[in-house]
């Protein structure tokens, strides 16, 4: 048997059939939602929640910022309604190369011809001349390059993508070849070239006017900071986030998308708050044979870090069909069973005929690979990892977690005020939920008093097997025991109530008490 999976040696196949235990909690593996043209208003955003997304993304590569905020406006309406938390994430642009044309009208182009980039984006774009957002490609390439011109988050399926090859550089313009024959439609189209350095900053100016505007405005959770390449890139940014208000809490996430960014990898993890494997084009930089190896070492140097790990483009085919393919269904699976915290869906919610059901049918398919990932092997081989360096608060967390093993509880409930001590008990992906109780702080600037913890609850939204709710702020995270008696009753009341704690079941609780954590396990009466 593959001691990965934690199957039984005797198991009928059968059995694969039966249908599976309803269960109070979603998949552990979280789900992020690129809400657009297909994904925007009150009533489907509503169903996405229902349906499972935690975190939604905001992709700034088009619509402007009163498209965005009109669509984050009804999140809102949708999250009140519903009284599901979901975080917000900002989807940089980044260095981004695109095709302009003006015109909108599509472009054919034959194999065997020729076709000039140019940066002159006065020109009109036809089939023998594409304008182009750069001034720099020329400098940049050499005879015998590979580019590749595809729709804005190309799902591999459509016919409008093309590869071309550097036929020869021509002052500031490049003359290719086309390698296949194809029509180009469609409002949007970016040029991704193989394994090149394109000079142009991470953090565009674009990206920061957006960031101090819409981002400020929305306090967004998160940033994902497209084609992040050196660690410089991520300490930039934190130090651009550093003096905008309240999104000194922003968390960073490094989006991982060409040869440049791999090869800083390590680096890169131990800047940022988390990492997103940008499968699209690393697909295109990287031989097809290295996508999976790449993916799997990546996803384990997020676990062994603790920090989250988030696959993209994994049911491209949802975006127009309502099932995914086998290898897409297996691909899903497989990004659980890898350790992958959360999975984001792009064009599928995004542009997708089907984005409620995308989301659904990915819940479903992580929810089915939990059930049989080897959460014993993955404790074993993360405390062994992490040896004599582990620090006095990840001592007790992974005890919380070994404690919850050994007397089969139903819930790790543990009370926080930054998140830190649930994200490192999720670092050992106990095979129990983890009820994060975030207990806001009082911090004031002289002016007023303001609470903290909203950031923190909706940041865990896209860590595999947290589960937050706000705590009343009339108790704090450190204080006398009747309050922390009382915070306890209030958690384990919202846990029967919604019926993921019954009766004679054991909960393990991992608080602070003055200086020191405390761990400890509750055995509850009727």
Known sequence: MNPHLNLEENMRLASVLEPSKPSFFPARTKIVGTLGPQSRTVEIITNCLKAGMSVAQFDFSWGDTEYHQETLDNLKA???????????????????????????????????????????????????????????????????????????????????????????????????????????????????????????????????????????????????????????????????LSKLGDLYQTQIFAKIENVEGLTHFDEILEEADGIILSRGNLGIDLPPEKVFMFQKTAVFKCNMAGKPAVVTRVVDSMTENLRPTRAEATDVANAVLDGSDAILLGAETLRGLYPVETISTVGKICAEAEKVFNYDLYYKRTVKYAGDAMSHLESITSTAVRAAIKVKASVILCFTSTGGAARLIAKYKPITPVISVVIPRLKTDQLRWTFTGAFEARQSLIVRGVFPMLADPRHQAESTNATNESVLKVALDHGKAAGFIKPHDRVVVCQKLGDSYVVKILELED
């Open 78 to 240: 949708a999250v009140k309604s519903t009284k599901k938390l979901c975080g917000v994430m900002l989807d940089t642009v980044g260095p981004e190369l695109q095709v302009i044309n003006k015109t909108e009208r599509p472009i054919s182009l034959q194999e065997d011809s020729f076709v000039v980039l140019t940066p002159d984006q006065d020109k009109e774009a036809t089939s023998s001349l594409l304008p182009i957002n750069f001034t720099g490609l020329s400098s940049a390439v050499k005879t015998g390059d590979t580019i590749f011109i595809g729709q804005y988050l190309f799902t591999g399926s459509e016919t409008t993508s093309v590869w071309l090859e550097v036929a020869e550089v021509n002052g500031e313009d490049v003359v290719c070849l086309v390698k296949n024959s194809t029509t180009l439609s469609g409002p949007l189209y970016t040029l991704h070239v193989s394994q090149i350095h394109i000079d142009l900053p991470t953090l565009t100016d674009k990206d920061k006017e957006v960031i101090s505007t819409w981002g400020v405005r929305n306090n967004i959770d998160i940033l994902s900071l497209s084609y992040t390449r050196h660690a410089e890139d991520v300490r930039h940014a934190r130090e651009f």
